[in-house]
């Protein structure tokens, strides 16, 4: 089974904690400062800030948490915060991209490399691992919204570069730049999707037993419990049953 949506279906039923919840809306309130600092703060001109609302909604975060996180950036005290990608390979041979905000480098880095290297695996140079991903835009539906063919028909007179439909939703590709205007375009036809985000998308899936599996849900889960980490892609592929075991 894919690794990327099977262990973020894990994810989401590890979020209903209330410590996984209050550490998600932290990275997803520093997201949204972030995006307003660095553009214009109305979400309608600044496609970042957009997607950022359009996760924190996803993820039931409170109005007042979002329009806070703003003003937080319009008020000029907001920290500095460096975006940094890391990569290296952790069990099996796996690539991973971890996307993080800091305002310490160095904390960060050594948190990072310690993760990697106490579950397994080992941090990288920049770009060691970036080539086996494509970097694109991706919008997501319910799977309810509209059918396959309505979709694709939708997507493609958008401008999109690919859709995937399957019983969990809609998956909509872009490029980078094509973002924010096949978003608005769908989005005018079938409302709100329940992500609008870059991404990176492995171009193909490494397969890896249960025991070194187990150990890169680990590796994963550990990087995503930083504040500092915002994203952590891999493109493994694991079988059913340990996808099972994981989030039970």
Known sequence: MAGHSQFKNIMHRKGRQDKVKSRLFGKLAREITVAAKLGLPDPAMNPRLRAAM????????????????????LGGDAETYDE?????????????????????RNRTAGE?????????????ETGAVSFMFNHVGLIEYDAKVASADAMLEAAIE?????????????E?????D??????????AKFGEPRKAALTWKPQNAVAVDDLQGEKLLRLIETLNESDDVQNVYA??????????????
């Open 178 to 187: 094509t973002l924010g205007s096949v978003s608005k375009a769908i989005e």
């Open 112 to 124: 990072v490399r310690a993760t990697f290297t106490k579950n397994g695996g080992n941090l990288a």
């Open 235 to 248: 493109n493994f592929e694991v079988s059913d049953a340990l996808m099972a075991k994981m989030s039970a």
């Open 158 to 170: 958008a401008g999109a570069e690919d859709v995937a439909s399957t019983t969990d939703g809609h």
């Open 54 to 73: 359009i996760a924190a909604r996803a993820e039931n975060m409170p109005k007042d948490n979002i329009e806070r996180a703003i003003k937080k950036a």
């Open 172 to 176: 909509i590709y872009t490029t980078v």
């Open 84 to 104: 940094i990608r890391y990569e290296g390979y952790g069990p099996g041979g796996v690539a991973v991209i971890v996307e993080v905000l800091t305002d310490n």
